[in-house]
């Protein structure tokens, strides 16, 4: 069952990354490339050179979690860069395959 949702903290990691790598490989990268700890309960975002394929690796209760989608047609355009943490809304846009070219976000006023 997909588990993952805006409660959740996304990394990208700003490499490409080989898709051959499961759990063990994917958790090397993470502890030594990205610098963050696998078993935290965030998730991370791995895309490969052509930008067709993208894996999440998730920690949950018991243990690895690993999502895989491959595109058919088109590439993911990745949002942010580095490893640094991405938006749900901008991991959503990713999957679904929509490039925002520019956001413009509006202040938001609070009535007291």
Same mark, same amino acid.
């Given at each position: 069952?997909?588990?993952?949702?805006?409660?959740?903290?996304?990394?990208?990691?700003?490499?490409?990354?080989?898709?051959?790598?499961?759990?063990?490989?994917?958790?090397?990268?993470?502890g030594s490339?990205?610098?963050?700890?696998?078993?935290?309960?965030?998730?991370?975002?791995? /895309?490969?050179?052509? @930008?067709? #394929?993208?894996?999440?690796?998730?920690?949950? $209760?018991?243990?690895?979690? =690993?999502?895989?989608?491959?595109?058919?047609?088109?590439?993911?355009?990745?949002?942010?860069?580095?490893?640094?943490?991405?938006?749900?809304s901008d991991?959503? /846009?990713?999957?679904? @395959?929509? #490039?925002?070219?520019?956001?413009?976000?509006? $202040?938001?006023?609070?009535? =007291?």
């Amino acid at each position: 069952m997909f588990s993952l949702g805006s409660s959740h903290r996304f990394y990208l990691y700003a490499g490409h990354c080989d898709m051959r790598k499961s759990f063990d490989g994917l958790c090397g990268v993470v502890g030594s490339l990205m610098q963050r700890q696998p078993t935290s309960g965030e998730v991370f975002v791995f /895309l490969n050179r052509r @930008g067709t #394929h993208m894996k999440l690796l998730h920690w949950e $209760k018991g243990g690895f979690v =690993l999502y895989y989608k491959r595109l058919e047609s088109g590439t993911f355009s990745p949002a942010g860069s580095g490893d640094g943490e991405l938006p749900w809304s901008d991991l959503v /846009l990713m999957v679904e @395959g929509i #490039h925002v070219v520019e956001s413009i976000r509006k $202040k938001r006023y609070s009535l =007291l």
